[in-house]
């Protein structure tokens, strides 16, 4: 113990700007690591890795030689673990910071044409979904954002088409080919359509959500897309986001949510 204070009492001595500064962004990355998975099931994960390097510190502060012999080697291999268990939310979050770092250059629009056409997607996406939901007809819509869906695209049918109220209905239609998969819109297009989505693996989800819904928690989990589902037992309007769904809405509470979500998209 007297060792360990006297290194206290050194590092305390040679404290200075560029120390205080390190500090500081080790704790704000902290911070945003602990609110990222705080919601998630790496949040479990995260408990036991804390109380590992808890024992590790007392073994450490303490002297315990065979305590630490013991963690020591437990934290070389698991390292390895840790990137494989976290690997899911890890990916995610490397998508979203990449993501974020080019979406200026997706917009070439000057910012009233934008918002124009944000405006006329968003109504139109709404009163599908509002027209859906009364006729029981399940859907599943993927508002690209800043992080790119290249991949989940080449998973169906290219559309490219405009977002209109029919084509939405046409392809959730229940006879049709491509009402099975999910639809993407990229730039106020309708992109492609029939496309498979990554389904979510937590296992805190509610039993009763189907597929259709873990797919659209999936999806979220993967990146910061807005993903609207439909259920087509109950007709309820479903948003998917970072991880969470929020249920429940209407064409005005639905309107409302997009415009502040793609506001800044």
């Not at 590092?11 to 704790?27: C, E, G, H, S, T």
């Not at 065979?66 to 995610?92: H, K, T, W």
Request: charged residues 20%.
């Amino acid at each position: 113990m007297e060792k360990f204070w006297k290194t206290v009492t050194f590092l305390i001595a040679q404290f200075d700007m560029v120390d205080f500064f390190d500090i500081a962004l080790v704790a704000v990355l902290i911070f945003y690591f602990v609110k990222f998975i705080r919601d998630r099931r790496a949040s479990k994960l995260a408990i036991g890795v804390g109380f590992v390097f808890g024992l590790l510190l007392l073994s450490e502060v303490f002297e315990m030689r065979a305590m630490n012999f013991l963690i020591s080697n437990i934290v070389q291999v698991g390292v390895v673990a840790i990137l494989i268990v976290f690997q899911p939310e890890l990916r995610s979050a490397l998508e979203k910071v990449g993501g974020s770092s080019f979406k200026t250059l997706k917009h070439t629009m000057s910012p009233k044409e934008k918002e124009r056409s944000n405006s006329e997607s968003i109504e139109n996406i709404c009163q599908a979904v509002s027209e859906l939901s009364r006729e029981y007809t399940g859907a599943l819509i993927i508002i690209e954002r800043s992080t790119p869906l290249g991949d989940i695209i080449k998973t169906g049918t290219v559309v490219n088409a405009n977002i209109v109220v029919a084509v939405l209905k046409n392809i959730f239609f229940n006879k049709a080919p491509l009402h099975d998969g999910a639809v993407v819109i990229r730039n106020n297009r309708v992109c492609a359509a029939g496309c498979f989505l990554p389904m979510s693996q937590n296992d805190d989800i509610i039993k009763d959500l189907g597929t259709r819904h873990r797919s659209a928690i999936g999806m979220s989990e993967n990146s910061d897309a807005v993903v609207i589902v439909v259920s087509e037992e109950t007709g309820t309007i479903s948003i998917a986001l970072n991880g969470e769904l929020r249920r429940n809405y209407d064409y005005n509470s639905l309107k409302q949510e997009l415009t502040s979500l793609l506001a800044e998209h």
